[in-house]
């Protein structure tokens, strides 16, 4: 069993930034590969980022690419989320999910956090 939680949302103008975190504890977590999602209002699920736990392979969403960095770091179990040059169209529920095989398709992903609240006013 992986327990996720994250932190670090708020509310932000456009052009700012902020890093989201995940700490997770369980079983042989740090071997998980790490993504965050996120959903707005209406919509879908969609991917944001992911990261590998040997942190050799990262991928982005082609609409956060060049702003949003995914990074790790296995000694504490956390996973981050840098987000510059924020924007209106980045207001979601930002989650962290873990799994041993998934990528970038949320349907894959096994755990999840409850979820922060990202919100980019123009």
């Known amino acids: 069993q992986v327990q996720l939680v994250e932190s670090g949302g708020g509310l932000v103008q456009a052009g700012g930034s902020l890093r989201l975190s995940c700490a997770a504890s369980?079983?042989?977590?740090?071997?998980?590969?790490m993504g965050w999602f996120r959903q707005a209002p209406g919509k879908e699920r969609e991917f944001v980022a992911a990261?590998?736990?040997?942190?050799?392979?990262?991928s982005y969403a082609d609409s956060v690419k060049g702003r949003f960095t995914i990074s790790r770091d296995n000694a504490k179990n956390t996973v981050y989320l840098q987000m510059n040059s924020l924007k209106p169209e980045d207001t979601a529920v930002y989650y962290c999910a873990a799994d041993h095989e998934a990528w970038n398709d949320y349907q894959e992903y096994d755990y999840w956090g409850q979820g922060t609240q990202v919100t980019v006013s123009s």
């Open positions: 369980g079983r042989a977590v740090s071997r998980y590969t």
């Open positions: 990261i590998n736990w040997t942190l050799a392979r990262k």
